[in-house]
Structure formats: structure tokens, C-alpha cells
């Protein structure tokens, strides 16, 4: 199973840019790199997925180096609202082999 | 946009009592996922179901069981409740493409007094 390891806390200020790893070295062949966003009291919402390479959508970027081993998380010019939990899941959906990290708080100051 | 609606926000129940907690889904996804989730821990999954009246374990089922009549609705039953079953409970769906997105609902914050 694919274990997951992310730094428990970061802290940054409002219009930087702010980069969360995740590390998940038993990475199986087919699993998708996903990661989620939290709000206290509400449930994970989907930010980004990806396989390889770089995706990008209007929310973040997901960094994956060729060995796929860990991913970056990058959220450009954070704001106070992006102050949240991002976990990094990998696995795949069918199959049951679905391991959430422990999640990183990440708190926005002004 | 997918709809994963919880039954309750908010339980209270007492020790030894059974409690059903449900989740129905409106995007006809075949997987449904409950978890649990407490301070410092994270998110660690109770139950899953692939199809209607399968289920698999995830890595806590002890003392739980579920549910799974119908393929939108997904039913997490405990049996009888402990002070340690008290925390937020979370439904998820996905379909079975293999790209394991799941969308969730708001949770139930259940406390056993």
C-alpha cells in the first residue's frame, strides 16, 4: 500500500506563493496523485489530480517528478481563504487500496 | 455537480445504542467510502463498497458495519455505541474510472455520551 507522508503544518502570508510535498515512495504503477482541501466542519473538496509531469488548473499546480516517488502542491498567491487542511491521497478509487495522509494545516496570515 | 448528502450534521446518542448513519449520492457512482475522522489522525476508512451489497473493510471496521441496498444510498451502522465512536463521520462517492476522485459529504459529528 501506498503510504503517504506530508509536513504536518506550514505557515505563509497572503499573495505568496506556497509549495506542499507529499511523499509516497511504494507508489504503485496505476495510482493517481490526488489532493484535497478542508475546511473545519466540512468535508475534503478536490483540488487536483494527476499521473506525471505538471497539471495545472485555476485553482493550483501539481508538481510530479519522473520517479514519482512525491508531489508538489502549488497554490499561487495564497489568501487568507486558503487557510485549510491539503491532504495528498494516492491510490486507486475501485480497489480499495486508498491511504490519506495525515494532512497539512496550512495557516494564511495577513 | 455531484451531491453527497448526509442524513444528519449533528447526533447525539447514548452508550450501547445502534445508530445508522446515512449517505445517499446523486451522480450514480458505483464506489461509496465511509471514514472517520479525529483530531491529529486525519481521515482513516471504515467501510467501502464497489457495487450494491458488496462491502470490503477498510483499516477500522471493528464495530462497525454497513449497508448497501441500493446503489445510491450507503448506510454505516453501529451496532452499539461507545464513548470512543464519538467523531465526524464522512460519506464520499466516486465512479470506478480509476482516477479514485471522490466527493464528499459535509459529515455527521456524531457524540456517544
Known amino acids: 500500500l501506498a503510504k503517504t507522508t506530508q509536513p504536518i503544518s506550514m505557515d505563509s502570508y497572503e499573495g505568496q506563493e506556497v509549495n506542499i510535498t507529499c511523499s509516497h515512495n511504494?507508489?504503485?504503477?496505476?495510482?493517481?496523485i490526488t489532493w484535497y482541501q478542508q475546511f473545519p466542519s466540512q468535508g475534503p473538496r478536490f483540488i487536483i489530480q494527476?499521473?506525471?509531469t505538471k497539471v495545472t488548473n485555476e485553482v493550483a499546480s501539481l508538481f510530479i517528478p519522473a520517479d514519482r516517488k512525491s508531489s508538489t502542491l502549488s497554490l499561487p498567491r495564497v489568501s487568507l481563504s486558503d487557510t485549510a487542511v491539503y491532504y495528498c491521497?494516492?491510490?486507486?478509487?475501485?480497489?480499495?487500496?486508498?491511504?490519506f495522509g495525515k494532512g497539512t494545516k496550512l495557516s494564511v496570515k495577513p | 455537480d455531484v451531491k453527497v448528502t448526509q442524513s444528519s450534521r449533528y447526533l447525539v446518542k447514548r452508550t450501547g445504542e445502534k445508530v445508522f448513519l446515512e449517505c445517499v449520492q446523486d451522480?450514480?457512482?458505483?464506489?461509496m467510502f465511509w471514514y472517520r475522522q479525529d483530531p491529529g489522525l486525519g481521515l482513516r476508512l471504515i467501510y467501502f463498497?464497489?457495487?450494491?451489497?458488496?462491502?470490503e473493510k477498510g483499516d477500522i471496521p471493528e464495530g462497525y458495519s454497513v449497508s448497501r441496498e441500493k446503489k445510491e444510498r450507503f448506510s454505516l451502522i453501529l451496532e452499539s455505541a461507545s464513548t470512543n465512536q464519538t467523531s465526524m463521520y464522512l460519506c464520499?462517492?466516486?465512479?470506478?474510472?480509476?482516477?479514485?476522485?471522490?466527493?464528499f459529504g459535509a459529515g455527521t459529528r456524531l457524540s456517544v455520551l
Open positions: 464520499a462517492s466516486s465512479d470506478q474510472g480509476g482516477r479514485n476522485i471522490q466527493y
Open positions: 511504494n507508489i504503485a504503477t496505476n495510482d493517481y
Open positions: 494527476g499521473y506525471k
Open positions: 491521497l494516492v491510490g486507486r478509487g475501485s480497489q480499495g487500496n486508498l491511504i
Open positions: 451522480m450514480d457512482h458505483e464506489n
Open positions: 463498497s464497489y457495487d450494491v451489497k458488496m462491502k
